[in-house]
């Protein structure tokens, strides 16, 4: 058995990452095939599909680039962190009694998919898993909850969420048939308090809005040196891992080999474990609704700088 020798260690990961390296690795993910932007939405209909932004923390490091002034929703960005505040608040028992740890082959929104499983959520990362947790946010009404999540998110972090009103509002406006028809099978099957409830906490907390900088903040709460408890980061991060990418998820484990999440915003987050977050921002999709030139510059990034968490 070989090992690479201490000096090649603590330079291998994020630590060997530079500015000028970054930027090459940006032109080159965002001269592909952009997707398009989610047009369901009539607020993210608005997005540029050329906007980018990325920004990487790496310890006291932190390397930005593109618009990274631009505001976004997280959108489901925000599933792994509704799923560590549950931990965190009620333990990993009683909140997998809500939903399971398998993957998904179906797309985020299905309802085939759930009852298929007769009702119960497969994981936390897809809607259905979402809406149930929203469900069980404390708080005594859908703003109330959205509000506690923000602060204790914002605390913990260092970031700068806000509820965005304006994409609450077209959130609400646009067709939401398939959440509303997941809803109705979940409450019907005794997985909601609160069905009316648990739909408007779920949209409420996916407007909460930020910049990529506050996106990278939030990844940090899921590396090693974060206040949270280790078994509960353990636990986002496989299930970003296995499921974070909907039915893309397994082929970009191969692939790319980090825990990953997006939103149909053109959010995406990954996580380096032990080392820092990587935050892009590309409001194009591809046909699954993952964000092309955010998903294009983290496989570059793992493949250059080594990151596969398997080696």
């Given at each position: 058995m070989t090992t690479q020798p201490y000096n090649q260690l603590a330079m291998s990961g994020l630590k060997k990452l530079t500015a000028t390296k970054l930027s090459a690795w940006v032109q080159q993910a965002t001269?592909?095939?952009?997707?398009?932007?989610?047009?369901?939405?009539?607020?993210?209909?608005?997005?540029?599909?050329?906007?980018?932004?990325?920004?990487?923390?790496?310890?006291?490091?932190?390397?930005?680039?593109?618009?990274?002034?631009?505001?976004?929703?997280?959108?489901?960005?925000?599933?792994?962190?509704?799923?560590?505040?549950?931990?965190?608040?009620?333990?990993?028992?009683?909140v997998f009694e809500w939903v399971g740890v398998e993957p998904s082959n179906a797309p985020f929104n299905s309802?085939?998919?759930?009852?298929?499983?007769?009702?119960?959520?497969?994981?936390?990362?897809?809607?259905?898993?979402?809406?149930?947790l929203a469900d069980k946010l404390p708080g005594i009404d859908a703003r109330d909850r959205t509000q506690k999540l923000c602060q204790w998110l914002n605390q913990h972090a260092d970031c700068q969420l806000q509820l965005d009103e304006a994409m609450l509002e077209s959130v609400r406006s646009s067709d939401k048939g398939a959440n509303q028809a997941i809803a109705d099978n979940l409450a019907q099957a005794g997985y909601?308090?609160?069905?009316?409830?648990?739909?408007?906490?779920?949209?409420?907390?996916?407007?909460?809005?930020?910049?990529?900088?506050?996106?990278?903040?939030?990844g940090k709460l899921l590396t090693t040196d974060s206040a949270q408890a280790p078994q509960h980061r353990r636990t986002v991060n496989a299930l970003m891992l296995s499921c974070g990418l909907y039915e893309a998820s397994f082929a970009t484990s191969v692939r790319i080999g980090l825990p990953i999440k997006s939103g149909v915003s053109g959010a995406v987050l990954a996580i380096v474990p032990g080392q820092g977050a990587i935050a892009c921002y590309s409001p194009a999709l591809d046909s699954i609704g993952n964000p092309v030139a955010g998903l294009a510059l983290i496989e570059t990034l793992a493949q250059e700088l080594q990151l596969n968490i398997f080696g």
């Open positions: 001269t592909q095939d952009q997707g398009r932007v989610m047009s369901r939405i009539p607020q993210l209909a608005l997005a540029d599909q050329h906007w980018f932004a990325v920004h990487i923390c790496c310890g006291t490091d932190n390397y930005s680039q593109g618009d990274t002034a631009c505001v976004f929703p997280l959108m489901s960005v925000i599933k792994p962190f509704l799923l560590l505040y549950l931990l965190e608040h009620l333990g990993s028992e009683t309802l085939e998919q759930l009852v298929a499983d007769r009702s119960r959520p497969r994981n936390p990362m897809i809607n259905s898993g979402a809406i149930t909601l308090n609160n069905l009316e409830a648990a739909l408007d906490t779920y949209e409420q907390i996916c407007c909460l809005s930020g910049k990529v900088a506050d996106l990278a903040q939030l």
